[in-house]
């Protein structure tokens, strides 16, 4: 295996984008990450792409052959792959491909993420959505998405005494970093009354501990790292590319206060990468809700499991505080179009690693983690990041 | 759901119908074809089981916003079920204030209605549970 490279990113801008369709956003991601590598078509040797369910949503499915003809790439005729893991789907475009270039099967390969979800009515997209949990035997009994992710928070609120307003904590935090970025759905300050005082979805989460539905594309390019010096002085390496799986359904599972999934991923992860949790800066991790920010920074290793609550109420994990966490505003406020999600994470990693994070920019940013889940926990996808 | 796709599960939603491996005794809800304890050596000894029924609440949570099926039930309750057995179930809460459910307490299943296919269609049946006596 080869160490491997990413040479460039691009991700459109996240929010309700009725003026675009899947495929514009799809070539605007290509198109930038593109540009940003410096790169010509003609140097991609393949193409993978994630996507949750274009199908249902705008009922198109084939998304490999649509993103290689929307990026200008069909007369290549590269071979280009849809991956598809939930909302995990992004980060696990990445790690295929990393797995092609680090096998030394391709050299250059472009990787991206879509998902085009407001064609469709809000309580449509919610029962799309409800396909990434276990249609059979929790979805049929009248489980919702957030219903799954409530009952870990009152699980985690009872076994630790995680409060409403520790929850609260992690959405007005993200909300503050996504004010600063102008890629962001929401980039409005919100306070812990504003979220306490938000309609309840499933108790006790509020409508502001939920991550909203959002169109976006996001795209990066990788190659090894011996030909990314032909491209790039400004190396950043992927220290580690981990997956893991668990039971699609909750049920399934004998444990209710972490995803088992993340804490796997994020074993295998730091062994590849030789280090600590201790040694990563700052991280991107899935808040789809509240309650898996809190549950993610405790099973990544970033804080003992029960005292994530804490960590993000007395802001350790602010912009300046022990552990940045979300910096680009997280799913929560800069939004979430599911199959895009994992490589946007990615790109706010190699924005902070470059230095280019602007005001929300932190001050040591050498070794980044990037965390993506799929459905309840079902897949999780870890990559961590190092400027060299 | 389809006709075809709730009829075929109509053992398990009506009955409770699960599975325990012949090697460990771990018994699973919904039916499993492998144990992921014993794997290899529990195939060919999943033997159909029947649980009693009965469980404990390990969390819960009164949904307000409800999928296409529920709308107009909402609010109403779910919860993860770790049934006497050792497996959890997912299901309703019914008959019960929502200020009396708490983690711990027991309830038993019981059999209703789960959803309408419009007013002509097929009414589909399963599961909920109910505080026990």
Redesign the interface.
């Known amino acids: 295996m080869r160490d491997v490279a990413i040479i460039g990113s691009g991700v459109t801008k996240f929010g309700e984008l009725w003026e675009k369709s899947l495929a514009d956003l799809v070539a605007e991601a290509g198109i930038s990450a593109i540009m940003d590598a410096g790169i010509d078509g003609t140097d991609i040797d393949a193409m993978y792409i994630g996507g949750m369910s274009a199908g249902r949503f705008v009922g198109q499915e084939h998304l490999g052959a649509l993103a290689a003809e929307v990026s200008g790439l069909s007369e290549l005729h590269i071979p280009s792959t849809r991956v598809e893991a939930a909302c995990a789907s992004g980060g696990l475009a990445l790690h295929s491909g990393y797995l092609a270039v680090a096998s030394g099967m391709y050299d250059t390969v472009i990787v991206g993420g879509a998902e085009k979800m407001t064609d469709v009515a809000g309580?449509?997209a919610?029962?799309i959505l409800?396909s990434a949990a276990d249609r059979?035997?929790?979805?049929?009994?009248?489980?919702?998405f957030?219903?799954l992710y409530?009952?870990?928070?009152?699980?985690h609120m009872?076994k630790y005494g995680t409060t409403p307003e520790q929850l609260a904590a992690v959405a007005v935090k993200n909300h503050h970093n996504g004010s600063m970025n102008p890629k962001a759905q929401y980039r409005r300050e919100i306070t812990i009354e504003d979220v306490l005082n938000s309609?309840?979805?499933?108790?006790?989460?509020h409508l502001l501990d939920c991550s909203p539905i959002t169109d976006g594309a996001a795209s990066a390019v990788i190659t090894s790292v011996e030909k990314a010096k032909e491209y790039t002085d400004e190396i950043i390496k992927i220290k580690a590319s981990a997956q893991a799986s668990d039971s699609i359904?909750?049920?399934?599972?004998?444990r209710?206060d972490a995803l088992p999934a993340t804490i796997e991923a994020a074993k295998r992860a730091y062994k590849q990468a030789g280090i600590e949790p201790s040694d990563i800066d700052f991280a991107e991790v899935h808040d789809c809700f509240t309650i898996a920010e809190i549950m993610a920074i405790e099973d990544l290793g970033f804080f003992k499991k029960g005292e994530g609550g804490k960590a993000a109420e007395e802001g350790l994990t602010a912009l300046d505080g022990e552990i940045p966490i979300n910096t680009s505003g997280g799913l929560k406020s800069k939004g979430h179009p599911v199959g895009a999600t994992g490589i946007a994470q990615i790109h706010e990693l190699l924005l902070q690693l470059r230095g280019k994070a602007d005001k929300r920019q932190i001050e040591k940013a050498e070794i980044g983690l990037a965390h993506n889940v799929g459905g309840s926990g079902g897949t999780a996808v870890i990559h961590i990041l190092e400027a060299i | 759901?389809g006709i075809a796709?709730y009829w075929r599960?109509i053992p398990q939603r009506y009955n409770l119908i699960g599975t325990k491996c012949g090697s460990c005794g771990r018994v699973y809800?919904?039916p499993k074809a492998i144990c992921p304890v014993c794997r290899r050596k529990s195939i060919g000894k999943m033997e159909e089981y029947k649980l009693k029924g009965t469980g404990t609440v390990?969390?819960?949570?009164?949904?307000?916003?409800?999928?296409?099926?529920?709308e107009g039930?909402e609010p109403?309750a779910?919860?993860?079920i770790k049934m006497d057995e050792g497996?959890?179930?997912?299901?309703?809460i019914v008959d019960c204030d929502f200020e009396d459910i708490h983690?711990g307490m027991k309830v038993e299943a019981c059999f209703r209605r789960?959803e309408e296919d419009g007013t002509r269609g097929a009414i589909q049946y399963?599961y909920?549970f109910k505080k026990a006596e």
């Open positions: 309580k449509e919610t029962n409800a059979e035997w929790e979805a049929f009994f009248g489980a919702t957030p219903g409530a009952l870990l928070a009152r699980y009872h309609t309840m979805v499933a108790d006790p989460l359904s909750l049920a399934g599972r004998s209710f | 759901m796709r599960e809800f919904p390990e969390t819960y949570t009164i949904i307000y916003t409800p999928p296409p099926h529920f039930e109403y779910i919860a993860l497996c959890y179930l997912m299901g309703e983690i789960i399963g909920k």
